[in-house]
């Protein structure tokens, strides 16, 4: 009896680089957005016509975007992004796609709160006095004993809570629908308008879905208290930015962005120079915890691909 041929996966990563992967099982080949198996250039047509699974390479959605419709019998998309925004309106209909939940949970959660912690204690004007050898001494806001609204309670949301519970803090959560979770209740969207004149501090960690494009609007903002400081590491369209910005400009709320819309944020944007913002230019997950959790992530993904089995993390 002649067996099957392994099926044919397409990651960035060789099987060197992925622990635990099965010895055989699988034909893998690599494609990082720039090189095939380590030559320039995209995957040869007779390549795209037998891959079964293609692991998207990371920062680099829109590499593969062109080759979907190439591959005629492709079974899975796995991702190395949280949010699958950019890829799932291309997928086919019947292909399997999953995110990369849990890999970037470490560091967006520690930019979450070191955002949080630098515009409370406005780091960045002591930046500019060094730079000015100026001496700002002064008065300025904890995190401590504030009330912080954590709006999207998935794996990363309660990564920042996690983090944030040392400070000092009380927690409140939110996500698409009421429920009861380990740390306590977890409220609906649609009792935000009670939730947000409480909040000191209202950090956004939502995908950005048809529900939540706009989410943050003149409304939403115009329900915050006095002060508070809104936290953005979720996608830049969750917020209306020119109701922003006019936000901003009265100097009554202040934010903390690592996303923003559009993005990259152009020269000469508005939101570059409003009062009391502070801007990182989208790197949530870009740190040195992401490598090894990806890679972890994708050769369970692919054991399970060779096995048959079920992949976790199924989105759509």
């Given at each position: 009896m002649i067996a099957a041929p392994a099926p044919v996966v397409l990651t960035p990563y060789s099987a060197e680089q992925l622990p635990g992967l099965p010895a055989d099982g699988l034909e893998l080949h690599t494609f990082d957005g720039e090189r095939t198996d380590g030559r320039p250039g995209p995957p040869p047509a007779e390549l795209l016509a037998r891959v079964e699974l293609l692991v998207t390479p990371y920062l680099k959605t829109g590499t593969v975007l062109p080759l979907l419709d190439r591959m005629p019998r492709l079974r899975a998309v796995q991702t190395q992004?949280?949010?699958?925004?950019?890829?799932?309106?291309?997928?086919?209909?019947?292909?399997?796609?999953?995110?990369?939940?849990?890999?970037?949970?470490?560091?967006?959660?520690?930019?979450?709160?070191?955002?949080?912690?630098?515009?409370?204690?406005?780091?960045?004007?002591?930046?500019?006095?060094?730079?000015?050898?100026?001496?700002?001494?002064?008065?300025?806001?904890?995190?401590?004993?504030?009330?912080?609204?954590?709006?999207?309670?998935?794996?990363?949301?309660?990564?920042?809570?996690?983090?944030?519970?040392?400070?000092e803090v009380t927690v409140e959560r939110v996500a698409r629908t009421a429920r009861t979770g380990p740390s306590g209740p977890v409220h609906a969207l649609a009792d935000l308008p009670a939730l947000l004149p409480r909040a000191d501090v209202v950090i956004l960690v939502v995908p950005l879905t048809e529900q939540t494009r706009g989410l943050v609007d003149a409304g939403f903002l115009a329900a915050m208290k006095d002060g508070a400081l809104l936290v953005n590491v979720a996608r830049g369209p969750v917020v209306r930015t020119?109701?922003?910005?006019?936000?901003?400009?009265?100097?009554?709320?202040?934010?903390?962005?690592?996303?923003?819309?559009?993005?990259?944020?152009?020269?000469?944007?508005?939101?570059?120079?409003?009062?009391?913002?502070?801007?990182?230019?989208?790197?949530?997950?870009?740190?040195?915890?992401?490598?090894?959790?990806?890679?972890?992530?994708?050769?369970?993904?692919?054991?399970?691909?060779?096995?048959?089995?079920?992949?976790?993390?199924?989105?759509?």
């Open positions: 992004t949280a949010g699958v925004d950019d890829i799932a309106p291309h997928v086919p209909v019947g292909v399997t796609l999953s995110n990369a939940r849990g890999v970037h949970d470490a560091s967006t959660a520690e930019l979450a709160l070191a955002l949080t912690l630098a515009a409370l204690r406005d780091l960045p004007a002591f930046v500019r006095g060094q730079d000015a050898e100026d001496w700002r001494a002064g008065f300025y806001p904890a995190l401590a004993d504030k009330n912080v609204l954590i709006v999207g309670y998935g794996s990363v949301g309660a990564a920042i809570e996690a983090r944030l519970l040392p400070f020119e109701a922003l910005v006019a936000e901003l400009t009265t100097g009554r709320l202040r934010a903390a962005l690592d996303v923003t819309d559009p993005e990259p944020l152009p020269a000469g944007h508005p939101l570059w120079h409003a009062p009391g913002v502070l801007i990182t230019p989208h790197v949530g997950g870009s740190s040195s915890a992401f490598l090894p959790r990806a890679q972890r992530l994708v050769a369970e993904q692919l054991a399970r691909f060779a096995k048959g089995e079920p992949l976790a993390h199924v989105v759509n």
